[in-house]
C-alpha cells in the first residue's frame, strides 16, 4: 500500500469510529484522563499540520495541543470539554482541509506522516476507551454498538506454562520497521529460566480470586495498591456490576471463559501474588512474543470491540498486560531533537509498561517489541493479566 493510500485509509478509520456518534457524545468527558471524542479528532489533525506541514503556534495550537510544552502551554487535559467552539462540524472540515493539504505537498517527509499515522493509531484507540468510559457514567449503560461481533474458536482448557530457558537475550526494535524512539536501541539483557502462562487470567478465575477474599486481604497488595482499594472502594474490576459488566455493545452477562480486563497494575499483581505466580518482566514477555509465535488475539478490526475467549494459547491482543517493569530508558536511548523529543521520553517516571496491544488497538499498530505505559492504578484502558514465574 502507498503512504497515499495508508494515509487515507488510516485517517478514515479514524471518522468511522465517530461515525455513529451525535455531537453531545463526541463534546462530553467523564474524567480528566479522558478526553472527548472532538477534541481527539483536532488533535491528530493538529500533529499532521504542526510536524507535517510544519506550521507552528496559532490558534489551533493552543486548543488542540496535547503535551509539547515546547510549543506552547496546552490546554490542561481536564478542560477539554470546555471547548463547544469550534464545533464539530468545524472540526470535520478542519481535518479534510489538512488531509488535502498534506496529500497535496510534494516532498512530504515521509518519516513523519508515517509517526503522525501511528499517533492517529493510538488514538483510535483512545477514542474507544475514553468513549466506554463516558458511556458507563450514564446512568442508562447506553451502547456505542448495538451488537458487536461474536467470539470465535472458544477454548475452555486450562492455561499451560511456556517455559523459555532465559540467558543472554536481545530485546528492542531492529530496524527492519517502523519502532517508536523508546523502543530502542536494541540490545542485550540476561534473563533467569522463567515461564509465561500461555494466555491472559479469565473472567473465572479473577472470580476465584474474589470470592476468596481478594480485595480484603491486605498481605496480598503492594503498599500503594492497598491504599488504592482502600481510597477507591474497589471490590472488582472496572465495569463488573452484579454479574454483568458493561461493553461497548452494553452491559451483558460475564463470560467466564473471556480475558478478565479493565485491572489496574495493583489488581494484577495481587491476583499473581493470589496465584502464586508473579508479573512478567518486559523483557521476559518479548522474548516469549519472538520465540513462542503464538496465533494472536483480537484486534479493533475483528469489530467485537471486547476481549475474546479462545484460543488457548496467544500473545497479542484481546487485552494490554501489565509487567512489573518500570517504564524507562533502554541503554543508549536518546529522546528525539526538537519538540518530538517530548512525545515518550518526558514520561519515564511513575509508570509501568505494558505488552500485546488490545481488542480496541489496530492489528497493524502493534508488535512484540511495541511499550505501552501507564500509571500503575489505570483502569479505563483494555488492562489485563499474564501470569508469570
Known sequence: MSLRARFETIRDATLRLAAPLSADDCQAQSHPDASPVKWHLAHTTWFFETFVLGRRGGLNGALFNSYYASLGE?????????????????VLRYRREIDREVCRTPDVDAALVELGLQHEQQHQELI??????????????????????????VD???????????????????????????ERPRHRRFLEPFALASRPVTCGEYLEFMRDGGYTRPELWLSDGWDAVRREGWTSPLYWEDGRLFTLAGP????????????SAYEADAYARWAGAR?????????????????????????????????????????WEWTRSAYGPYPGYRAPDGELGEYNGKFMSGRLVLRGGSCATPESHVSATYRNYFPPDTRWQFTGIRLAK
Not at 476507551?129 to 470465535?152: C, F, G, I, Q, S
Not at 473471556?258 to 485491572?263: A, I, Y
Open 74 to 90: 496546552p490546554l490542561p487535559r481536564a478542560s477539554r470539554a470546555l471547548l463547544t467552539r469550534p464545533s464539530l462540524d468545524d
Open 128 to 153: 474507544l476507551t475514553d468513549l466506554k468510559h463516558l458511556l458507563w457514567m450514564n446512568p442508562a449503560r447506553p451502547a456505542y454498538v448495538k451488537r458487536a461481533a461474536e467470539a470465535r474458536d
Open 156 to 182: 475452555a482448557s486450562p492455561a499451560a506454562w511456556m517455559e523459555f530457558p532465559g540467558g543472554l537475550v536481545e530485546i528492542g526494535a531492529d530496524g527492519s520497521g517502523f519502532a517508536f524512539d523508546h
Open 252 to 263: 451483558r452477562p460475564l463470560d467466564p471463559l473471556e480475558p478478565v480486563c479493565h485491572v
Open 279 to 319: 508479573l512478567p518482566g518486559e523483557d521476559e514477555w518479548e522474548v516469549a512474543a519472538e520465540r513462542a509465535r503464538l496465533p494472536r488475539g483480537t484486534f479493533l478490526e475483528s469489530g467485537r470491540l471486547h476481549p475474546a475467549p479462545g484460543p488457548a494459547a496467544r500473545l497479542l491482543g484481546d487485552v
